[in-house]
Nanobody, 118 residues
Framework: VQLQASGGGLVQAGGSLTLSCAAS????????MGWFRQAPGKERTFIAR????????YYADSVKGRFTISRDAAKNLVYLQINALKPEDTAVYYC????????????WGQGTLVTVSS
């Protein structure tokens, strides 16, 4: 499975942004798709995941209410909508996939940088 994240950029605080992740290859093996982020000088943290087949979602408590994960299974796309952006949302955002036989996310995209200006 190959993942390509896009949609990052420079955004003013309070604005919104939608990130996209295009999956290709053996996508029929995907169980979950997730979004993570890594702020400068910090560890990568989990944001949200979506069940590839059923579409159920799960969010980290810290992002509930502002972040929305969604998918277009027919197009092999996963989205992350971020509203009311804050400077502390500045990070490299990664999409990841967990295949059906894996115990963790085993495919990662290259990341897309989101910079939020105050």
């Amino acid at each position: 499975v190959q993942l390509q994240a896009s949609g990052g950029g420079l955004v003013q605080a309070g604005g919104s942004l939608t990130l996209s992740c295009a999956a290709s290859g053996r996508t029929f093996n995907i169980y979950h798709m997730g979004w993570f982020r890594q702020a400068p000088g910090k560890e990568r943290t989990f944001i949200a995941r979506i069940d590839w087949s059923g579409g159920s979602t799960y969010y980290a408590d810290s992002v509930k209410g502002r972040f929305t994960i969604s998918r277009d299974a027919a197009k092999n796309l996963v989205y992350l909508q971020i509203n009311a952006l804050k400077p502390e949302d500045t990070a490299v955002y990664y999409c990841a996939a967990q295949s059906t036989r894996a115990f963790a996310y085993n495919y990662w995209g290259q990341g897309t940088l989101v910079t939020v200006s105050s």
